[in-house]
């Protein structure tokens, strides 16, 4: 299955997912994506996520992510995310490391966890 097949059935989905190219910005941004974070697909696209979204994560670092996937192909854990108007959500999130129309890209499935604060 191709990128452009993937993001068909992914914009069916209420659940957060996207996809982002390891080495660059986000190539996929579904609606379920939209309704938690704020931040509509044309405002998401070609960003980098962990900067869009103000990303941490507590025991460790995205670069430290990012290496986990290289070497073992998947990485599961919490995530502090910034919203569009400031707030704080935990997330639990899964990341798999694919490669597609020749580029690695990840997928990321989440769900929202408790409010964190602002």
Do not use: Y
Not at 93 to 99: A, I, M, P, R, V
């Amino acid at each position: 299955m191709r990128l452009g097949q993937q993001k068909s059935l992914l914009d069916l989905l209420r659940d957060p997912i996207a996809v982002w190219d390891l080495d660059g910005g986000i190539l996929e941004w579904n609606r379920g994506c939209e309704a938690l974070f704020g931040f509509s697909r044309a405002e998401a696209l070609g960003q980098h996520k962990e900067q869009l979204l103000a990303t941490e994560i507590p025991t460790s670092s995205f670069e430290e992510v990012k290496a986990r996937l290289l070497r073992a192909g998947k990485w599961a854990g919490p995530m502090r995310q910034r919203r569009k108007d400031g707030t704080i959500v935990q997330i639990e999130t899964k990341l798999q490391l694919e490669t597609l129309d020749g580029k690695r890209v990840v997928l990321e499935s989440m769900r929202a966890g408790e409010e964190a604060g602002a």
